[in-house]
């Protein structure tokens, strides 16, 4: 069976969720055991968008348990997908698109991965992607579009088309994907994990609702109360959370809307010394930041209060 | 240039790079009803100078926003046909219009790896007509792309359409050396204008392939004062002004 045909399989999908517990009780735990939970050979979704509230922590805290086999998949990949790669956790990569941005040029990780056949990306168009993540969530095995038509990424990662039987149109049937693991990072949740966003939503919601497990963590931990004050905010509900973990500055250095600005120097000097040494750099700074600090908060040290301030700063003044 | 093919109460889904600082200036111009939207899930921005976004994701991306919809829920209002222009930046291109940014070479063995479609693809399938702003190079302007990331015209005549992309399509291209049409047969580019000073041969120097000439070619106006200092005071660090 390949690949596609697992992603899509809506009845498989529609088990594993019936099988599981889908409780309105505590979901606080560690990102140790949060990352637990994730099993060699799955495919992890990845919330956030590009450098903009990815679940860094949870990521940090799976690759310290050296995972192996892993699909990842995001609508914009940043530079978490070369940490992956250079790990040695992943054996395919689908995206729409992967690199830091325009400033920072062509990935030269992805291309040292990619052109020598070592890691696959399969591409889907943004769209087609969250219509991917989309269609699980509906709990479909597809979603016609009009996207992506006529273009060579139809013959990629498997896509079809279908004849629509009301119009006789010829439509894209983007397939499902149903993760097995969701890593999300949001602003708030209460201890049961109801989450609210603020600002862009990305494709999150869809991706809590497409995947078997939920595992996300929250700049803050708010009381019930608050959250039943302004239900309306809550965008994933707490039944659908497995685990949730309060780590402050989850995403840093990338961004959280209302929290924190992106530290683009940062990834200046990350993407210099990948000019530099190749992959090298990228083992380098993964035992830096990744497998050097013990904890989470230690590896915020490596960055410095004065830096995360500054960042903090920065967030306020892009969103007041 | 790219600025000036914008109107005013246009709905411009925007692309990251030179056109978001087109459609800036646009908005500051002719066009003060116009509405940028942007692919992170972002409607009517109005962004500070000097804070142009780096990437279509970011807060500076949102800044003083409308509304903050979800990336597919922005995308299917393009599907739906809110959005009349899109304006992307440059690749790979052909004659069709065909736009390149996944692979040099083969898909599995690329011999370069580009970072892929990103919303180009949705922008080029969905948008009412496509504005691409690129520049001029040879090595851009190829005679044929080594993958389709985002569809032009295809193949030419009715291609497009019989894939089943029934809306919409790529219907200039905005370059350092002059602006392209497209023939509305072949959908082939056809010269329609070239910037001050450049000549055709200038033109056909620079591109990989054949291209007729509309007859009369215009020649674009130069930029006002007014467009001048408002690019500085958008992009006071050159960013994206070259």
Redesign the interface.
């Known amino acids: 069976m390949g690949a596609i045909d697992r992603e899509v399989d809506f009845r498989a999908a529609r088990r594993r969720l019936e099988a599981k517990a889908k409780s309105a009780g505590e979901k606080l735990a560690t990102l140790e055991a949060a990352v637990a939970r994730v099993a060699d050979g799955s495919h992890v979704a990845f919330g956030g968008c590009l450098y903009s509230r990815t679940p860094l922590a949870l990521i940090w805290a799976l690759l310290r348990r050296r995972p192996r086999g892993l699909t990842i998949s995001r609508n914009l990949m940043c530079y978490e997908g070369e940490w992956c790669m250079v790990a040695g956790a992943v054996e395919k990569v689908v995206t729409s698109w992967m690199g830091i941005g325009l400033p920072w040029g062509l990935s030269r990780i992805v291309r040292e991965y990619v052109e020598s056949g070592r890691v696959p990306i399969e591409e889907w168009s943004h769209l087609a992607l969250g219509l991917r993540y989309r269609a699980a969530a509906m709990g479909v095995p597809f979603v016609p579009a009009l996207t992506m038509l006529g273009s060579d990424l139809m013959g990629v990662g498997g896509a079809k088309t279908v004849t629509c039987p009301y119009t006789g149109a010829t439509l894209h049937a983007v397939p499902a994907l149903f993760p097995d693991v969701a890593l999300l990072h949001v602003q708030r949740a209460d201890r049961f994990g109801n989450c609210q966003i603020d600002g862009y939503p990305h494709m999150d919601a869809d991706i809590a609702r497409a995947a078997t497990t939920v595992l996300v963590t929250t700049e803050e931990i708010v009381d019930e109360d608050e959250i039943r004050r302004h239900p309306d905010r809550t965008v994933i509900p707490g039944f659908i959370v497995d685990a949730l973990v309060p780590v402050p500055y989850g995403a840093y250095p990338h961004e959280c809307y209302g929290r924190y600005d992106a530290e683009v120097a940062h990834f200046s000097e990350y993407v210099a010394a990948i000019e530099a040494r190749g992959a090298a750099a990228v083992a380098e700074y993964l035992e830096r930041f990744v497998y050097g600090p013990a904890t989470h908060a230690e590896y915020l040290e490596r960055f410095g209060a004065a830096a995360l301030a500054d960042a903090d700063r920065r967030g306020h003044e892009l969103t007041t | 240039m790219g600025a000036r093919e914008l109107a005013d109460h246009q709905t411009v889904f925007t692309g990251?790079?030179a056109p978001m600082l087109a459609t800036a200036l646009a908005q500051r111009t002719h066009a003060p009803h116009l509405t940028m939207v942007v692919?992170?899930?972002?409607i009517g921005p109005h962004w500070k100078p000097g804070?142009l976004p780096?990437?279509t994701?970011?807060?500076?991306a949102?800044?003083r926003a409308q509304a903050?919809?979800?990336?597919?829920d922005v995308?299917?209002l393009a599907?739906r046909g809110f959005l009349d222009v899109g304006f992307i930046g440059g690749a790979q291109i052909d004659p069709y219009g065909n736009l390149n940014t996944?692979v040099i070479g083969d898909?599995?063995?690329?011999?370069?790896?580009?970072?892929?479609?990103?919303?180009?693809?949705?922008i080029i399938?969905?948008c009412r007509q496509v504005i691409i702003l690129t520049v001029h190079e040879r090595r851009r302007f190829v005679a044929k792309v080594d993958?389709?990331?985002?569809?032009g015209h295809?193949g030419g005549g009715d291609?497009?359409e019989r894939?089943?992309?029934?809306?919409g399509a790529v219907s200039r291209v905005v370059t350092t050396l002059g602006v392209f049409d497209f023939e509305p047969e072949s959908r082939r580019m056809r010269l329609a204008a070239v910037h001050p000073g450049v000549t055709v041969d200038d033109v056909r120097a620079s591109t990989g392939f054949e291209f007729p000439v509309a007859e009369p070619l215009r020649t674009t106006a130069p930029p006002t004062e007014d467009e001048l200092r408002l690019l500085r005071e958008l992009d006071p660090a050159r960013?994206f002004l070259g």
Request: aromatic residues 10%.
């Open positions: 990251v790079g692919e992170g899930g972002i804070w780096i990437s994701n970011e807060m500076r949102a800044y903050l919809p979800a990336i597919t995308f299917l599907q996944t898909y599995d063995r690329p011999r370069v790896r580009l970072p892929g479609s990103g919303g180009a693809n949705d399938s969905l993958f389709v990331t985002s569809p295809l291609a497009r894939s089943g992309l029934l809306f960013q």
